[in-house]
Structure formats: structure tokens, C-alpha cells
Nanobody
Framework: VYLEESGGGLVHTGDSLRLSCAAS????????VGWFRQRPSEAHQFLAT????????YYTDSAKDRFTITRDIAKNTVFLQMSSLKPEDTATYYC???????????????????WGKGILVTVSS
């Protein structure tokens, strides 16, 4: 499974941004896909997951109010819509895929089956 993020860049406080994660590979459509982020000098932080069918979705508490994860099954692409962005959202955002949909937060980024190279989001004040 190969994952490629896109849609990052420089935005201002209060802006919205949509990240995309394009998945490819023979069985990629059967995986749960999710997002992590890594702020400078910090560990990866889990944000959200979406199942292979598009439901259910799961969010960590810090993401549920401003972030929305969706999935275009036909295009095998997962999106993370982020709104009301703040400078503290500045981070490298990674998508990941795993056969197991449970406990992504406790299992952590490096225990996922696959992950992308990440994409930088910078929110200026």
C-alpha cells in the first residue's frame, strides 16, 4: 500500500484547509485510513480514522470540533478537512493505513501497517 499526502501549505489563522491522502496498492481499499500530525520537536499525535466503508469515523478529542475526515471510495482517497486553523496546528501531517481500526491513539504512528511521507501545514498568525 502506498500513501501520498497533498494539500498542505501556508495559511493564516482562521483559514480552512483540506488535506488529501491518495492510497494505491492491491488491497488499499480494505484498510482503515487515518491521520496523525507531528509538531516540531514533538511525538506524532493521532487525529482521526475512517473505516474502509467510510463509516464509522473516530476522532481524538482535540480534533473532533474542527476536523472532519471523509473518504472517496471510488478514488481511494481520504480527506482531512480542517477549519478555524490556529498557529498550534502547524505540523507535518501524515496519513496512515492499518487493517486494525482500533486503538490507533494508544498503538501509535509507527505501529501502523503503512504511512505516507507527510505534508507540512503552516498556520501563520
Amino acid at each position: 500500500v502506498y500513501l501520498e499526502e497533498s494539500g498542505g501549505g501556508l495559511v493564516h489563522t482562521g483559514d480552512s484547509l483540506r488535506l488529501s491522502c491518495a492510497a494505491s496498492g492491491q488491497t488499499s481499499s480494505s484498510y482503515t485510513v487515518g491521520w496523525f500530525r507531528q509538531r516540531p520537536s514533538e511525538a506524532h499525535q493521532f487525529l482521526a480514522t475512517i473505516s474502509s466503508s467510510g463509516q464509522p469515523t473516530y476522532y481524538t478529542d482535540s480534533a473532533k470540533d474542527r476536523f472532519t475526515i471523509t473518504r472517496d471510495i471510488a478514488k481511494n482517497t481520504v480527506f482531512l478537512q480542517m477549519s478555524s486553523l490556529k498557529p498550534e496546528d502547524t505540523a507535518t501531517y501524515y496519513c496512515a493505513a492499518d487493517r486494525d481500526s482500533s486503538n490507533w491513539s494508544s498503538r501509535g504512528f509507527y505501529n501502523m501497517d503503512y504511512w505516507g511521507k507527510g505534508i507540512l501545514v503552516t498556520v501563520s498568525s
